[in-house]
C-alpha cells in the first residue's frame, strides 16, 4: 500500500496570510489526524478527523481549521498566519483506532 | 489535564549498550502506548507498542514495559547500534470509543558512537 502523502513539501508565506495543506491518508484508513511539530513544543495533536466529522481537537487558536472529504483526504487550514506558527506539520491515518502512520510533513516557514 | 513526561531529553551511549528511556502519563483512562523513532529530516515511525492489557512487549532488540500502577512505561534497547541513532518519541493515549489523540513526550535524541 502507498504511505501517507502531504502537498506540499515546503511553503514559505508571509505574517497575515492563510495556508492550506493537504494530506492523503493511507488506502481504507478513515482516520486523519494532524500535529504540529516544533522545536520547542514537541509533537502536539492539532484535531482528528473520521468519516468528514471532527472527532477530536488539540488546544489551538481558531484560526487552525480542518476537513476531511468523502475519500477520507484532509485538509488543514491556517488563517492569519503569525510567526510562531513555522513548524512541520504532520499528520497521520490509521484505521479505526489504532496505530497510526505519519506522512512526510509540510513545513510552513511563516516571513 | 493529559501529560506525557519523557526522561532524559539527551542519550549518549556507546556501540553495543543498552540504552532505556522513560515516560510517565497523566491520564489514568490511557490503554496505548506507542513509540515513535524520528531520524533527522524523516517522519516519525512506529518502532514498537504496548497496550494495557500485556506489561512487557519485545521484537527483537527493542523491548517495552508498563506498569499501570505508577503510569510509567519505559523502551528498552539493547545492543545498540549507530543507525538506532535518533529522536525517540513515546506516547499515550485512550482508544476507545472513537478517542484517538496521541499525547506525545518531548523526546529523547539518542546518540550511539562507534
Known amino acids: 500500500k502507498a504511505g501517507v502523502t502531504q502537498t506540499p513539501r515546503y511553503l514559505i508565506k508571509t505574517r497575515g496570510q492563510q495556508v492550506t495543506l493537504s494530506c492523503s491518508p493511507i488506502s481504507g484508513h478513515r482516520s486523519v489526524s494532524w500535529y504540529q511539530q516544533t522545536p520547542g513544543q514537541g509533537l502536539q495533536f492539532l484535531f482528528e478527523y473520521f468519516s468528514e466529522t471532527q472527532r477530536n481537537k488539540g488546544n489551538f487558536p481558531g484560526r487552525f481549521s480542518g476537513r476531511q472529504f468523502s475519500n477520507s483526504r484532509s485538509e488543514m487550514n491556517v488563517s492569519t498566519l503569525e510567526l510562531g506558527d513555522s513548524a512541520l506539520y504532520l499528520c497521520a491515518s490509521s484505521f479505526e483506532a489504532s496505530e497510526q502512520f505519519f506522512g512526510p510533513g509540510t513545513r510552513l516557514t511563516v516571513l | ?114
Open chain 2, 1 to 114: 489535564g493529559e501529560n506525557v513526561e519523557q526522561h532524559p531529553s539527551t542519550l549518549s551511549v556507546q556501540e553495543g549498550d543498552s540504552a532505556v528511556i522513560k515516560c510517565t502519563y497523566s491520564d489514568s483512562a490511557s490503554n496505548y502506548f506507542p513509540w515513535y523513532k524520528q531520524e533527522l529530516g524523516k517522519r516519525p515511525q512506529l518502532i514498537i507498542d504496548i497496550r494495557s492489557n500485556v506489561g512487557e512487549k519485545k521484537d527483537q532488540r527493542i523491548a517495552v514495559t508498563l506498569n499501570k500502577t505508577a503510569k510509567h512505561f519505559s523502551l528498552h534497547i539493547t545492543e545498540t547500534q549507530p543507525e538506532d541513532s535518533a529522536v525517540y518519541f513515546c506516547a499515550a493515549t485512550k482508544i476507545s470509543g472513537g478517542y484517538n489523540k496521541l499525547i506525545f513526550g518531548a523526546g529523547t535524541r539518542l546518540a550511539v558512537h562507534p
